[in-house]
């Protein structure tokens, strides 16, 4: 199976996102796209000729998690954007979010601290599929960090990619856009 590319054009046009921003950003998005085709491929290829006990098949595996985390995270970055209203406030995740932080505030500072981080990476507001509890984390790269059993609810991406064509180093400034942006209908619709 072939993953595929999807457009998110849609999302050009939206305020503090320049055009450049979003068009780099969706070509670095299919290259993830690409490149977890190609590996898939290889690897397949190489399990067929039994060549599983190499190191090059090992790395590969491990690349493959970069790979493909880097597709899908773009995928829930891209998909929890767009949005044109605020958080209803009193409504249901506003609600499971202050149950988890003891209020909006709180777990949007929370959100906002893990995204001002020195690094690379992603903040990635996770529910807990046993508990339903939800809990903000830090993924490094594309595949360190991920909560085991968790699914992920907003995903925003804080490489430099994300935001230094418009922003610079003012990474506060682009999350400050980010949260302008947030599609939480979208957001809301993850929560099982």
Same mark, same amino acid.
Request: glycine share 8%; aromatic share 14%.
């Given at each position: 199976?072939?993953? $595929?590319? =999807? /457009?998110?054009?849609?999302?050009? #046009?939206?305020?503090?996102?320049?055009?450049?921003?979003?068009?780099?950003?969706?070509? @670095?998005?299919? +290259?993830?796209?690409?490149? $977890? &085709?190609?590996?898939?491929?290889?690897?397949? $290829?190489?399990?067929?000729?039994? =060549?599983?006990?190499?190191?090059?098949?090992?790395?590969?595996?491990?690349?493959?998690?970069?790979?493909?985390?880097?597709?899908? @995270?773009?995928?829930?970055?891209?998909? &929890?954007? +767009? +949005?044109? $209203?605020?958080?209803?406030?009193? #409504?249901?995740?506003?609600?499971?979010?202050?149950?988890?932080? *003891?209020?909006?505030?709180?777990?949007?500072?929370?959100?906002?601290?893990?995204?001002?981080? !020195? *690094?690379?990476?992603?903040?990635?507001?996770?529910? /807990?599929?046993?508990?339903? *509890?939800? %809990?903000?984390?830090?993924? &490094?790269?594309?595949?360190?960090?991920?909560?085991? #059993? %968790?699914?992920?609810?907003?995903?925003?991406?804080?490489?430099?990619?994300?935001?230094?064509?418009?922003? #610079? @180093?003012?990474?506060? /400034?682009?999350?400050?856009?980010?949260?302008? &942006?947030?599609?939480?209908?979208?957001?809301?619709? !993850?929560?099982?």
């Amino acid at each position: 199976m072939a993953y $595929t590319a =999807k /457009d998110y054009s849609k999302l050009i #046009g939206m305020d503090g996102f320049s055009q450049t921003l979003l068009t780099n950003h969706f070509t @670095l998005y299919q +290259g993830y796209v690409t490149n $977890t &085709n190609k590996l898939m491929d290889i690897l397949a $290829t190489m399990l067929k000729e039994e =060549k599983t006990a190499t190191p090059e098949y090992a790395e590969l595996k491990r690349r493959f998690g970069f790979e493909f985390n880097g597709m899908r @995270l773009h995928e829930y970055y891209f998909e &929890n954007l +767009g +949005g044109q $209203t605020p958080l209803d406030k009193s #409504g249901a995740l506003a609600k499971k979010l202050a149950e988890a932080y *003891g209020s909006y505030d709180a777990w949007e500072q929370d959100f906002r601290a893990t995204g001002a981080m !020195r *690094g690379i990476g992603w903040v990635v507001l996770y529910q /807990d599929n046993i508990t339903g *509890g939800l %809990c903000n984390q830090w993924i &490094n790269e594309h595949e360190v960090g991920h909560l085991a #059993g %968790c699914r992920p609810i907003l995903v925003m991406d804080v490489f430099e990619h994300a935001f230094m064509i418009d922003y #610079g @180093l003012k990474r506060a /400034d682009y999350m400050a856009a980010f949260f302008k &942006n947030i599609d939480w209908k979208a957001v809301a619709d !993850r929560i099982k």
